[in-house]
């Protein structure tokens, strides 16, 4: 489903279906960067689209009664934290609420205990500040699982992580449009055919995950 494209491969898949010569390298011509800024828009889009398994990986965090505020390292262009899961306590930590941390810290009503809600206070591309209520009352290994997105595609060898049959689709229809192209098959239906495939590529994914049926249209 995936076939783990190259970057340039992406690029001289949709040069070949808009009739244009294959290029060496991306920033071989003008056009070509176009089309690599298509294919970039493309694979954003793709990747906005769900939360794809190859793009969903895991962060550990040993949290103890001395601290109240960690620091989660490894998050690689965190994008959205799917789940915490409490390995020591065989537990699932919640996603809480600045209400109900700020009632556990100044107002006493959460003695340590076992973590069971967590809010997330700062976090960047690769990190996150997270705080848990009620603080935890001993040592607690947990697991941070989550969805990291790819940064811009810029190399030659940089690999597209997502379905690529639909983000070439994208970024031929993306092309189609910006050149006006009536010669062959329309941009509105190389969107339509794009959708389609970007859809079946969701369907195929979920599946994978059969309990997580939450997906986004685009």
């Known amino acids: 489903m995936l076939n783990n494209m190259t970057y340039l491969e992406t690029i ?22 176009l089309i690599g800024e298509f294919v970039n828009d493309a694979n954003r889009l793709v990747e906005d689209a769900w939360d794809w398994s190859e793009l969903r990986t895991l962060a550990p965090l040993t949290v103890n009664e001395n601290s109240v505020v960690w620091s989660v390292t490894g998050l690689t ?17 919640s996603l809480g609420t600045q209400d109900g941390l700020y009632e556990s810290q100044y107002l006493g009503e959460n ?20 705080q848990f209520y009620p603080p935890a009352d001993k040592t607690y290994q947990l697991i941070f699982r989550f969805v990291g997105r790819t940064p811009e595609l810029v190399n030659s060898s940089d690999v597209v992580k997502v379905p690529t049959a639909a983000v ?4 031929q229809a993306m092309a189609a449009e910006e050149r ?3 010669g062959g098959t329309s941009a509105s239906k190389l969107y339509t055919i ?15 995950f059969p309990t997580e049926t939450i997906w986004y249209s685009v």
């Open 12 to 33: 001289n898949k949709v040069l070949r279906r808009l009739r244009e010569d294959e290029v060496a390298s991306p920033d071989t011509s003008a056009y070509s960067k």
């Open 77 to 93: 262009n965190m994008d959205k934290i799917l789940e915490v899961y409490n390995v020591t306590d065989k537990s699932l930590v």
């Open 168 to 171: 070439i689709q994208f970024a």
């Open 111 to 130: 003695p340590k205990s076992v973590p069971s809600n967590y809010v997330l206070t700062g976090f960047t591309d690769t990190s996150a500040s997270v």
């Open 180 to 182: 006006g192209e009536t």
């Open 194 to 208: 794009a959708q389609s495939s970007l859809s079946d590529a969701i369907a195929m994914d979920a599946a994978r």
